[in-house]
């Protein structure tokens, strides 16, 4: 479903992801775990075109993103064509990103609107669904100010999903909440893993990795450490800095529930 | 059970009733003085001539308004953009219509024909007739304002948004439109509102090209039958007028803005 293979990133002359490759199959979720600056913001940006790359390669479901090839180059796609393929990829932010000026309701409905085309009457039956699910259908009409960090997550979690994205992209979606609304945005998160979509979820809950996550790939430096099943990489880490980087969430795997302090 | 007494201020008082006296003077001094004649002003105030001036007024304002608000954020996004000539160009832009006295760049736009006899095809006066020449010369001036004002609101809003808009698969345009703007508009519209009003005051200037304005009304009179301090007081009334409906206009709808988007820092 996702295939990353040789992805290099340059800000001005840092080089943020330096050779990045990683595979995803499709009903698969994989875990980002690493250290601050390490580049997983960066790597999933890249994976909606958000960011371009400097080199290498990345597919989504089967299909060059952001770039045709011509020979040896990459030559970057047409707009039109960049939105058709961000369209089938759902991303879902640290800091929710809700649009502040649009009810609950209408955030699920502008996109499949506005992008697909789909009439007004179909995308508020879809999203009626949707928001049902993620357990807000007594909030339809309210503004983004009104809800918990919690709520706002859900709905952005049903806002993506109202575009039937292939792949979900999660960005450290529980690190802005207060401790006690955590569990319920895993809780849907889960829920879509149990359902089979395939998803890439930047975390520091280590917890949910352990569960949720099939594989879990720890990357530090621009570079992937290592990456395998969740059972492995968490448990019986085979490189030192993945040991010395889980060593900070020896709670989380004594009670199973502790999150890392937020930096 | 205690009453409560207010802490007596007498200088308060004192203060509040020199500012009567002295408003009391002065209104008496000039409805009492011999060099006002009132019967003046009551013919003039609604001639035909003052209310077509009035209405060139107008017609200027809203003119200049729309296209100082069409290159307002045309230059904003162009100072946004990541092109370097697009961004220089802009900021130049910005720099010499707000950098230089608008009665001068009146002046310029008045006086073209002194620089080139012909545009085009077409003779200079024909095409910059006063009226043109005020609404290219008002409408620059308040484009050069509104693009920083528009750049504020643009720039107010969370990044966050715009990539939200993208991560869904709208384009650069959508995500401006139907997210961006939107957001923007309540941070724009107060200051563009008091940008309006300077607007309708500065729309008198036009009158040094004999722009057809209020102002241009007022003297034409004036000229011939010497009735300076009337014939403005006539203008004053109308400016007074506008103005005040300006101010109206801006209040309610700031007033909706503010319950649309109610709560829109909290949620960034
Ligand atoms: N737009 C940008 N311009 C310049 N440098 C950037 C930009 N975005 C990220 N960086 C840099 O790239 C590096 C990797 O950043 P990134 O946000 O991908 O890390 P991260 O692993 O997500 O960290 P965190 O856990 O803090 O979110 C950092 O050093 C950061 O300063
Ligand atoms: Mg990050």
Redesign the pocket.
Known sequence: MLRIAGVRKR??H?E?LKGIDLDVAEGEVLCLI??????????LRCVNHLETIDDGHIWVDGELVGYREAGERLIELPEREICRQRAKVGMVFQRFNLFAHLTVLENVIEAPIAVRGISRGDAIHAAHELIARVGLAAKEGAYPARLSGGQQQRVAIARALAMQPRLLLF??PTSALDPELVGEVLEVMRSLADDGMTMVV?THEMAFARDAGDRVAF?DGGVVVEAGPASEVLVAPRHERTRAFLARFVGAHQDGSARAGR? | MARVVARRRPWLWLASAIVVVACAALAVAIWRNPNIDHRIIARHQFAPAILHGLAVTVVLALLSAAIGAVLGVAFALMRLSPSAVLRGFAALYAWLFRGTPLLVQILFWGNLALLFQMLGPFRTNDVMTPFVASVVALGLNEGAYMSEIVRAGISAVDRGQYDAALALGMSRALAMRRIVLPQALAVIVPPAGNQFISLLKATSLVSVIAGGDLLTAAENISSANLRTIELMLVATFWYLVLTTLASLGQHVLERRLARAGAGLDAAN
């Open positions: 800000f001005h840092d943020v690493g250290p601050s600056g390490s580049g997983k913001s960066t790597l960005d450290e930047v990357m930096t």
